[in-house]
């Protein structure tokens, strides 16, 4: 298939996705179809300088293997990369021969070394990782392209060819696994939990919203309540905060 044919069969594929999943298996078929066989998409929405917030506020996606995933994300090994440190301090495309150029340097801490030398175990050696431009300073999205068991020359040579396209495809996914519901918490809320939460969203009070939803004071503030705890947060401007940013409030057809 001619490349721009490929290229655009994914672009509209991404566009059309109505969920997660959705545009998650058209990105992984996609990079693919380009030699990238193993991604790894992160974004967090409370970011604070160098800080990337809390992990359960993580939408963390990939088809890496589980026990690689266990060792590289749930233990925390993740902050000593040196490719998602790249990522926090940057925006745009780098090939990962810069930790070779660093290595050679002598300018990786023990701890950067001992994740290289976890991903060499698993065969991760090349690849690319792409960091994005984001609206706010709370944002932070990025993601990693391994080529498994392959060499960075034979990386950098598809990032020659299709380099564009890749990034346009992967930034294109960025902006809508953005845009929609996040994958619901372990206690995800309840319609109406969601429905207080937009009410209070749209500035009305306690006394407003059970006039609004016909209950009294004291169910507004039990299902307010209910919903902070399912969000994990002390207040509840903070869960109309949390709720907005990871797309689950103001649903369309909800």
Same mark, same amino acid.
């Given at each position: &298939?001619? #490349? ?13 996705? @109505? ?9 992984? *078929? ?9 991604? /790894?998409?992160?974004?967090?929405? +409370? ?14 996606? %990939? ?45 990786? %801490?023990? #701890? ?10 698993? $065969?991760?050696?090349?690849?690319? %990782?792409?960091?994005?431009?984001? #609206?706010?300073?709370? @944002?932070? $999205? ?12 034979? =990386?950098?040579?598809?990032? @020659? +060819? ?5 990034? &346009?495809?992967?930034? !294109?996914?960025?902006?809508?696994? @953005? ?6 918490? +372990? ?19 306690? *006394? ?17 309540? !209910?919903?902070?705890?399912?969000? +994990? ?5 903070? #869960? =109309? !905060? ?8 103001? /649903?369309?057809?909800?």
């Amino acid at each position: &298939m001619p #490349a721009l044919s490929r290229f655009l069969r994914h672009n509209e594929a991404l566009m059309d996705g @109505t969920s997660v999943d959705e545009v998650w298996y058209t990105l992984v *078929q996609s990079m693919a179809e380009y030699g990238f066989d193993r991604v /790894l998409y992160g974004v967090t929405h +409370s970011r604070t300088g160098t800080f990337l917030g809390q992990s359960d506020d993580f939408l963390v996606l %990939s088809n890496h293997p589980s026990d690689y995933l266990d060792a590289f994300i749930r233990t925390g090994a993740y902050v000593d990369a040196p490719m998602v440190k790249w990522a926090i301090d940057n925006v745009g495309v780098a090939s990962w021969r810069h930790i070779q150029d660093r290595a050679r340097a002598g300018d990786l %801490s023990e #701890a950067e070394l001992r994740v290289i030398e976890l991903n060499q175990r698993h $065969g991760l050696i090349a690849g690319y %990782s792409i960091s994005f431009r984001n #609206a706010t300073v709370r @944002t932070k $999205g990025a993601i990693g392209l391994c080529a498994h068991k392959c060499s960075q020359d034979h =990386v950098d040579s598809i990032w @020659t +060819s299709y380099g564009r396209e890749i990034e &346009m495809l992967c930034r !294109l996914a960025h902006l809508k696994l @953005t845009s929609l519901p996040s994958p619901a918490p +372990s206690r995800p809320l309840t319609p109406r939990q969601r429905e207080v939460l937009e009410w209070v969203g749209v500035g009305k009070t306690t *006394q407003d919203i059970a006039v609004l939803m016909g209950v009294t004071n004291a169910t507004v503030e039990k299902h307010l309540r !209910l919903a902070r705890e399912a969000l +994990s947060v002390e207040t509840t401007a903070q #869960a =109309v !905060l949390k709720a907005s940013v990871h797309n689950q409030i103001f /649903l369309s057809g909800s």
